[in-house]
């Protein structure tokens, strides 16, 4: 006997106006029905089937290695068309939780409480209903003189006196596996939409003499569907709200939480401050102690604990302990720096390992390149990685000096301890403990400027 989720994700998500299936825009840096499939499996449900119509190419690819079931609904023929696709993968004796791809803001605690009530009741069904200051679209819950459901009716088919009723079908319902799919076969799609509606098999249930129960939750904002952009914007709200909420209890601190934007699977560490206009993406885990912003966005990176960043931006790189980045920094993919590293102001570095201790103050693009301890790179060095057609490596070993304003055209390597003049262009190998100066001499020619005007004034 196994709890399983059934997703109804198949509808097109025709008021999205978009190319993409409803259920794939992205809340809080992910696809809706994940947050669904992670609700699910929080509340303990071991399995995940997906009813797919609408995209489904693009839900299969992009969802396949989420440990997620497929069935395909060919035909958007209504709610309970959708569950019957499920049932060859589901045995009589399981239990069948049915969610909407579209109702990103339920929490696993939700899920849980309404399988509660389900088991200790013993029913064989248990829908999920709240109260709705507004309920207009929703289906609405028609209980008889004894306070039990009766049946649900959809805004559609609903006379006056049903739109009054202001609780609603959350969409979310608790079904014995075998009950459910035999009440499916008796419904039909007599109804505004001509759909066959899942809601349809309660009073089917009920007139079979089976036991349905009504679970009424306090907190409507969890069982917002999303139809349209607008409720896109708001559910993103909510989760990014909660996720801030979930990092300062476990003790990050955000001065600003309302302009702090962070992905659902991002780690912080705690007495980690983050200053405002900061967005942290993706699979990106931050330490402990570290200080983050303002206006920094950090994508699919791990950073350690004692980082400073400021007005920087990172991509899929590796920052070490105690270093410190910004403000104004770019750092790219491949990009790791160990311990105690600084990248200063209008530095980009790209696919470039950097060892403990070494500083790139200033001005300077670092690409392709391993870099040993303690060196330090000077304002305004380029690595001239590039020909036009393939890129190549610089190497510079520990404790170098690198001149300001040096080019290094790689492949090259400059040696242990070795120093380049401001100003060269290195184009060969700098041996350990050696100066590299790569200009011309100077030259002063005395009286110029007297020269110079008098020409002027001949002129
Ligand atoms: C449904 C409920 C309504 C409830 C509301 C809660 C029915 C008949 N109505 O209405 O009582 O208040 O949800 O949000 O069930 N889907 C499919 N295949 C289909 C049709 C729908 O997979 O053939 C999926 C959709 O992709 C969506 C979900 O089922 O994820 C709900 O469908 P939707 O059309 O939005 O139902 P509502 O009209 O909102
Ligand atoms: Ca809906």
Same mark, same amino acid.
């Given at each position: 006997?196994?709890e399983?989720?059934?997703?109804l ?20 840096g992910?696809?809706m029905?994940l947050?669904?499939?992670?609700a699910a499996?929080r509340?303990?449900?071991?399995r =995940?089937?997906?009813v797919?119509?609408?995209?489904r /190419? ?5 969802l396949?290695?989420?440990g997620? @079931?497929?069935?395909?609904?060919d035909?958007?023929?209504g709610?309970?068309?959708a569950?019957?696709?499920? @049932?060859?993968?589901? =045995?009589p ?14 929490? =696993?605690?939700t ?5 509660e009530?389900?088991r200790?009741?013993? =029913?064989t ?8 200051s507004?309920?207009?679209?929703y ?5 008889d ?12 088919d609903?006379p ?9 079908n959350s ?7 075998q ?5 499916l076969? @008796?419904i ?34 969890e069982?917002h569907?999303?139809? +349209?952009?607008?409720?896109l914007?708001?559910a /993103? ?12 209890r ?5 001065? +600003? ?17 983050i200053?405002?206009?900061?967005f942290?993406e ?18 699919d990176?791990v950073?350690?604990d004692?980082v400073?960043?400021e007005?920087s931006?990172l991509?899929?790189?590796?920052i ?13 993919p ?6 105690g ?14 060892d403990?201790?070494?500083k ?7 690409g392709?390149a391993?870099?040993g301890k ?7 060095t380029i ?5 036009g057609?393939?890129?190549?490596v610089?190497v510079? /070993? ?5 001149g ?10 400059i040696?242990?301890?070795?120093t380049?003049?401001?100003?060269s262009?290195?184009t060969?190998?700098v ?6 100066v790569?200009?011309?001499?100077q030259?002063n ?6 020269r ?5 004034? @001949?002129?």
């Amino acid at each position: 006997m196994a709890e399983i989720a059934v997703i109804l994700a198949a509808g097109k998500g025709v008021r999205m106006k978009s190319n993409l299936p409803k259920v794939m825009h992205k809340v809080a840096g992910q696809p809706m029905v994940l947050h669904v499939v992670t609700a699910a499996r929080r509340a303990g449900l071991n399995r =995940a089937v997906l009813v797919v119509g609408h995209g489904r /190419e693009q839900l299969e690819n992009e969802l396949a290695d989420r440990g997620l @079931e497929f069935v395909v609904q060919d035909e958007q023929l209504g709610t309970g068309h959708a569950l019957m696709q499920a @049932e060859r993968l589901i =045995a009589p004796s399981d239990t069948v939780m049915v969610l909407c791809g579209d109702t990103p803001l339920l929490r =696993a605690e939700t899920l849980q409480a309404l399988l509660e009530h389900h088991r200790g009741q013993g =029913a064989t069904a248990t829908v999920l209903s709240t109260r709705l200051s507004d309920p207009t679209g929703y289906g609405r819950i028609v209980r008889d003189r004894e306070g039990r459901l009766e049946r649900i009716v959809e805004e559609k088919d609903a006379p006056p006196e049903i739109k009054a009723i202001d609780e609603i079908n959350s969409g979310l319902y608790c079904f014995q596996g075998q009950a459910v799919f035999e009440a499916l076969k @008796e419904i039909k799609p007599d109804n505004a939409q001509g759909e066959y509606y899942l809601t349809d098999v309660l009073p089917v249930m009920i007139k079979n003499g089976l036991q349905v129960e009504v679970f009424l939750h306090s907190d409507a904002e969890e069982v917002h569907g999303i139809n +349209d952009r607008i409720q896109l914007a708001y559910a /993103e709200k909510v989760l990014r709200r909660r996720k801030n909420q979930e990092l300062m209890r476990n003790g990050v601190s955000m001065m +600003d939480p309302d302009s702090t934007f962070i992905d659902m699977q991002v780690e912080v560490g705690p007495d980690t401050l983050i200053y405002p206009f900061t967005f942290i993406e993706g699979n990106t885990r931050i330490g402990s102690n570290c200080v983050i912003g303002p206006g920094t966005h950090i994508i699919d990176s791990v950073i350690g604990d004692g980082v400073r960043i400021e007005r920087s931006k990172l991509l899929e790189c590796e920052i070490g302990e105690g270093c410190n980045i910004g403000p104004f920094g770019y750092i790219r993919p491949g990009t790791v720096l160990k311990r105690g590293v600084k990248v200063g102001d209008f530095v980009e570095i790209k696919k470039s390992v950097i060892d403990e201790g070494s500083k790139v103050p200033h001005l300077a693009y670092v690409g392709d390149a391993q870099v040993g301890k303690r060196v330090n790179i000077g304002a305004g060095t380029i690595t001239c990685n590039y020909d036009g057609k393939n890129k190549y490596v610089t190497v510079i /070993e520990d404790d170098a000096f690198i001149g300001s304003n040096t080019n290094l055209v790689a492949p090259v390597k400059i040696g242990r301890g070795a120093t380049t003049g401001a100003g060269s262009t290195i184009t060969k190998e700098v041996p350990a403990e050696t100066l590299a100066v790569e200009r011309a001499r100077q030259k002063n020619i005395g009286g110029w400027a007297k020269r110079k005007n008098q020409a002027h004034d @001949e002129g």
